[in-house]
């Protein structure tokens, strides 16, 4: 099975070529809906907890199935420095997140982008402080619209410039512990029906704003 890489919102989003262009669709328009709901309810980068309940609270009412909420909070590494692809790799696997390898090869090819795309997604610094907070959210969507989708964040207290994905982070920088959340969803093509054409037009011109294809 191979993918397309996307960007939803700041999301890395693998999307199997064995979906139908519909599929597809479906998928990223899910995933970015779920995506603002989860940011009109609580402020990106204020409550992780909250958001990610808030996100996955709205998956399900698009009519999909969760199976799986894995929820782990990790210390960072003791010492030394350490990048954001070097942290999520060992986890992809213990979080069952389908096709680890192909989101750590997408995650490391994105790893030199310093857009603003990408930045203003991954990174939140409030005004006058230098305590930062970065969350990364990756998803796959593969045949039937499963989506598998994984967030990890955390505060840390350094300041850089420079690609989020790229940037080592000192360990002893890092506040507290590195949280990670994530679902498992089967997004039932019958009850997506019913919501669909609302979807389409709430998300009006995000779709084509927040939706970027890469390869």
């Given at each position: 099975m191979n993918y397309v890489n996307y960007i939803c919102a700041g999301a890395v989003v693998l999307v199997s070529d064995e979906l139908s262009v519909g599929e597809v669709q479906d998928g990223l328009d899910a995933l970015l809906y779920c995506q603002a709901v989860a940011s009109g309810k609580v402020p990106a980068f204020a409550n992780f907890e909250r958001w990610m309940n808030a996100n996955t609270g709205a998956v399900r009412t698009l009519g999909g199935l969760v199976w799986s909420e894995p929820c782990i909070d990790v210390p960072p590494p003791r010492s030394g420095r350490f990048s954001l692809c070097e942290m999520i790799a060992p986890l992809l696997g213990q979080l069952a997140l389908t096709s680890p390898e192909a989101l750590q090869a997408s995650l490391e090819a994105l790893s030199l982008d310093a857009s603003a795309l990408l930045q203003s997604e991954l990174l939140d610094t409030p005004n006058g402080q230098t305590q930062q907070t970065v969350r990364l959210k990756c998803?796959?969507?593969?045949?039937?619209?499963?989506?598998?989708?994984?967030?990890?964040?955390?505060?840390?207290?350094?300041?850089?410039?420079?690609?989020?994905?790229?940037?080592?982070?000192?360990?002893?920088?890092?506040?507290?512990?590195?949280?990670?959340?994530?679902?498992?969803?089967?997004?039932?093509?019958?009850?997506?029906?019913?919501?669909?054409?609302?979807v389409v037009s709430l998300l009006g011109c995000q779709r084509q704003e927040r939706i970027i294809r890469l390869t």
């Open positions: 998803a796959v969507i593969t045949p039937g619209v499963s989506i598998a989708a994984v967030v990890i964040c955390f505060k840390f207290d350094e300041k850089f410039s420079g690609p989020v994905l790229s940037h080592r982070f000192a360990a002893e920088n890092v506040i507290g512990n590195v949280s990670i959340r994530g679902y498992r969803a089967l997004m039932e093509t019958e009850d997506y029906d019913l919501s669909r054409e609302t």
